[in-house]
């Protein structure tokens, strides 16, 4: 049972390149999320699924798409890299509604230069 | 979801007892209390949740106040391996079905002297 994984660990972009951040999971949850952290910052939501074909708006959308053609994958895609963009992207899922616990990946490191 | 206030930052020593404090004095009726933490250079993981009772599990304890307007993450003993970044958060039981993910502030760095 791996948990939550991310693919790749770290990228480096230039400006105007594309790209897309894989997350997978294994424990059949039908929540997926994506964050992103900026330097000595808290996560912000970034895009969300609550299961199989759905995709939703979090905090921090633009310049950002996902999509969940599987109930086990989220991937998010950069259309165009910004240097805004430079993060730590973390992905996480949720077994259900309500208050269960999220586990988080390990994170993906993006440079865009 | 209502605002939490945490310290900045706090230092405690190995083997000692950490309580780490955090106010949310607008919190709804049903708001629970979530704490994660993050180690250097990982994702978030999860410590505990409550309501309105304290909590315990093998990783920490959860003390609610009454008026449940604060609350407080205590760590046994603390080990080197506690430093990290403990984020409080709150989360309507009745939001959306969990579907908005959650709202990380910028949480306490708890520093662990040996």
């Known amino acids: 049972n791996a948990g939550v994984t991310q693919t790749p660990k770290f990228r480096v972009l230039k400006t105007g390149q594309s790209m897309t951040l894989l997350c997978a999971q294994d424990m059949n949850h039908e929540y997926m999320y994506w964050y992103r952290q900026d330097p000595g910052m808290g996560l912000r939501l970034i895009h969300y699924?609550?299961?199989?074909?759905?995709?939703a708006k979090g905090e921090v959308p633009d310049g950002y798409n996902v999509s969940r053609l599987k109930k086990q994958n989220f991937l998010l895609g950069l259309e165009s890299a910004a240097p805004s963009q430079t993060s730590v992207y973390f992905c996480?899922?949720?077994?259900?509604?309500?208050?269960?616990?999220?586990?988080f990946g390990p994170g993906t490191r993006l440079t865009v230069t | 979801d209502a605002k939490t206030t945490q310290p900045n930052s706090m230092e405690s020593n190995e083997e000692e007892p950490v309580h780490l404090p955090c106010n949310h004095s607008t919190i709804s009726g049903t708001d629970y209390i979530h704490w994660y933490r993050q180690l250097p250079s990982q994702g978030p993981e999860y410590v505990i949740h409550?309501?309105?009772s304290n909590v315990n599990n093998r990783m920490a304890s959860l003390a609610i106040a009454e008026d449940r307007k604060s609350s407080t993450l205590i760590l046994h003993r603390a080990t080197l391996r506690d430093a990290a970044v403990y984020y409080c958060i709150l989360r309507d039981r009745d939001s959306g079905g969990g579907a908005d993910g959650l709202t990380f502030g910028k949480g306490t760095h708890l520093i662990i002297q040996p």
């Open positions: 699924s609550v299961g199989e074909g759905t995709t």
């Open positions: 996480a899922s949720n077994i259900l509604a309500g208050n269960y616990e999220q586990y």
């Open positions: 409550g309501l309105t």
